[in-house]
């Protein structure tokens, strides 16, 4: 078990309890995957999980999302061990092999202070989901925070949903967690974890 | 953060992430209910987390469960921190103050090894959740883990999800933890965190 001072423990954001998960599985050397880099803040996390032996890929759509997430490596200095991807995470299975992934991170939805109608979709997150599942390797895991506010997002929400629910249970467990006691439906997280 | 070496992370079942959960909560000193003591492991459990200086009231309507924990605990020389009544846990405001509780901890259904048809029930299980809340002080939790699967379970479960879902999201916040890819209906766990 690893330092766990840094995440709050019941913290409000599911995405907090996505790191914190994270950061119990990942060790220094380790490979891991942002499937979604937005403007880099997983990537980043990730780029410090895997230490300076390790690999992060990241991937994304768009060229402005690639530009800030660089940025933001090259200001903490860990550019060095982050591998970009101006592609879509469907295809992640063609740049890695089979089962030598710690972690998997998925924040559906939109690019944050970017365009809003650039949103992930239900049929390629359903493929990257597929190509992410046989990269674990066994004690790894996938994080998917998934939202339900924006236009698209609840049947994106339920096909990730009904895609994990039916996943091979004698390897793989899915947990899901939610807020319940909220006016706006907020985001929900899955935790994918490979225990065979 | 305590140490948290004992409990297994993303452990397969969710009565294992209540402890987490509580042990992460719960101080030496402190005071704390099991609101459905059964065969006393969460007692026990919780008779560890307050130590010696701390105190733990314990609820069940079935004198065998009574009899049974107070054996568990005489056995792990713990009872001497340990009020246990022969009442239902919807009168557990009757024996204990207003914020002044840690962890309040539910394990709904059956008694394990006893009669399977004496079952707890969403009245009164809504009555102790009720009971229970105004009990907890800063930072402090209720687990409620609710079966789906024995006759009436569903019922129950159902009425917890919507009682919880409805109480004050500026003092409490409600997490529901769930297992998707399963066959059988597995338990959910509920988390209650007061945070204001």
């Known amino acids: ?13 599911l995405v907090s309890w996505a790191k914190w998960f994270v950061k119990q599985h990942v060790s220094h050397g380790d490979i891991c995957v942002d499937a979604t880099v937005g403007n ?10 895997v230490g300076s032996e390790g690999k992060v890929y990241g991937f994304d759509i768009q060229q402005s999302a690639l530009n800030n997430t660089k940025k933001l490596l090259i200001e903490a200095g860990l550019l060095d061990r982050v591998y970009l991807f101006h592609d879509s995470h469907s295809h992640l299975g ?10 998997v991170m998925f924040n559906l939805g939109y690019l944050p202070r970017g365009d809003h109608t650039l949103i992930t979709k239900p049929e ?14 066994t004690n790894g895991i ?11 997002a609840i049947e994106e929400y339920n096909s990730v949903k009904v ?7 004698k390897k793989y467990r899915v947990f899901c967690i939610d807020i319940l006691n909220q006016e706006h439906l907020p985001p929900v997280l899955f935790v994918v974890h490979r225990y065979r």
Chains 1, 2 share one sequence.
């Not at 996938?142 to 698209?152: D, K, N």
């Open 1 to 13: 078990m690893k330092n766990m001072e840094k995440i709050e423990i019941l913290p409000q954001r």
């Open 40 to 49: 880099g803040f997983d990537t980043l996390f990730l780029a410090e999980c």
């Open 94 to 103: 063609t740049y890695l092999s089979n089962s030598t992934v710690k972690a």
């Open 124 to 137: 390629t997150t359903i493929q990257a989901l597929k190509a992410a599942l046989p990269l674990l390797t």
């Open 142 to 152: 996938i994080t998917v925070v998934s939202y339900r506010g924006h236009p698209g």
């Open 163 to 169: 895609f994990l629910s039916e996943i091979n249970s």
